[in-house]
């Protein structure tokens, strides 16, 4: 995997050889995005079955490594799934089939956003610009994303857009990675810093909002990057379109509401220092959640794989979960 944290600087190839290599890549943030996560910890899973540790070691390991993007809970669930329908199986096919598992789930992955692209770009509207938050790109996925997906597939249809990133502070997804990422698809890119949205969400340019989600509770609340909340607010107040692109495995429809999720909490010192350099007085208290929640009132759609739901979402989000057919990779 390429090593996030250096980029655009640098690109480092990371390779993990064992589980508790796949754990530290997460819980480090070398590989990041809910989706990029859950196929890293079901990568992660196979190692630890081709190393022979114990399974149960294995699972938590992996799980205890960033609480709130459900994807990685998902992906574990569903390697433990398979693991329980192989006792009796010769260690040989134990091995390959949770390694050809952790691979599908990659592969579903791309399909997946491609199919949310597909659902998404007919929302976004023709000669405009499109703000979006953190990175919720190739990199925060398997390949191609999910908010920065339904930018892609309508630049594909033949759109002629332009995005406004956010930097994303304290971690800079969105000028470290959306802006890299857009650049190097010769996609028409400006970045701003965080506190610049409601101001360009005033002056009419941007057409909609499109973010990620690292969890969708029943009611609709989205758990996504710190700082999402705002741009929601801010893009209700005047009067732009805010949509939320995920895949089903981020949705979590055994919580009623945004609420429920826990909230990662990040170091200090990713607020108090920039690349190692101080810029703020020693000992400051500081706070630093890594997501914010979205209550659903300020979501105006949510397009995954299946389809759009749209309010009231405890209908809609089962009927695309439940209902919907799957995507094949
Ligand atoms: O802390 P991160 O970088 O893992 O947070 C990522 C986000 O919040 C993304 O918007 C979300 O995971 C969706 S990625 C397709």
């Not at 050889?17 to 796949?22: A, D, L, P």
Request: some cysteine; glycine content about 8%.
């Amino acid at each position: 995997m390429i090593d996030q944290r250096r980029l655009p600087r640098e690109q480092v190839f990371v390779t993990c050889g064992t589980y508790q290599e796949m754990a530290d890549a997460i819980t480090t943030m070398v590989i990041r995005g809910a989706p990029a996560i859950g196929v890293a910890a079901a990568m992660g899973v196979a190692l630890g079955i081709q190393q022979g540790a114990d399974f149960d070691t294995v699972c938590s390991t992996l799980a205890a490594t960033r609480p709130t993007a459900v994807n990685l809970f998902w992906a574990i669930d569903r390697m433990k799934t398979l693991r329980a329908t192989l006792n009796g199986a010769s260690r040989e096919t134990i091995v390959l089939r949770m390694i050809e598992e952790s691979q599908q789930i990659r592969l579903e992955d791309i399909a997946i956003c491609k199919a949310i692209g597909k659902h998404g770009a007919s929302l976004v509207p023709d000669g405009r610009t499109v703000l979006t938050h953190c990175n919720a790109g190739a990199l925060a996925t398997a390949g191609y994303g999910t908010a920065l997906g339904v930018i892609r597939a309508a630049v594909e249809a033949g759109k002629k857009i332009d995005v406004f990133a956010d930097e994303t502070r304290p971690f800079l997804q969105g000028a470290r990675l959306t802006a890299w990422e857009l650049q190097q698809d010769h996609i028409p890119t400006t970045l701003i810093t965080d506190n610049m949205a409601g101001h360009f969400l005033r002056s009419g340019r941007i057409g909609c909002v499109v973010v990620g989600a690292d969890r969708i509770a029943a009611n609709g609340d989205v758990a996504n990057k710190i700082g999402t909340y705002s741009v929601a607010v801010l893009a209700k107040e005047n009067g732009v379109p805010f949509y939320v692109a995920a895949p089903v495995s981020t949705f979590d429809l055994t919580l009623e509401s945004g609420d429920q999720i826990p909230i990662e909490q990040r170091a200090a010192s990713e607020v108090t220092e920039m690349f190692g350099v101080p810029v703020a007085p020693e000992n400051i208290a500081v706070q630093n959640p890594a997501f914010d929640i979205t209550p659903s009132r300020y979501v105006t759609a949510i397009i995954c794989e299946h389809g759009v739901a749209r309010a009231p979402f405890k209908q809609s989000l089962g009927a695309l979960a439940g209902g919907a057919k799957k995507v094949n990779a």
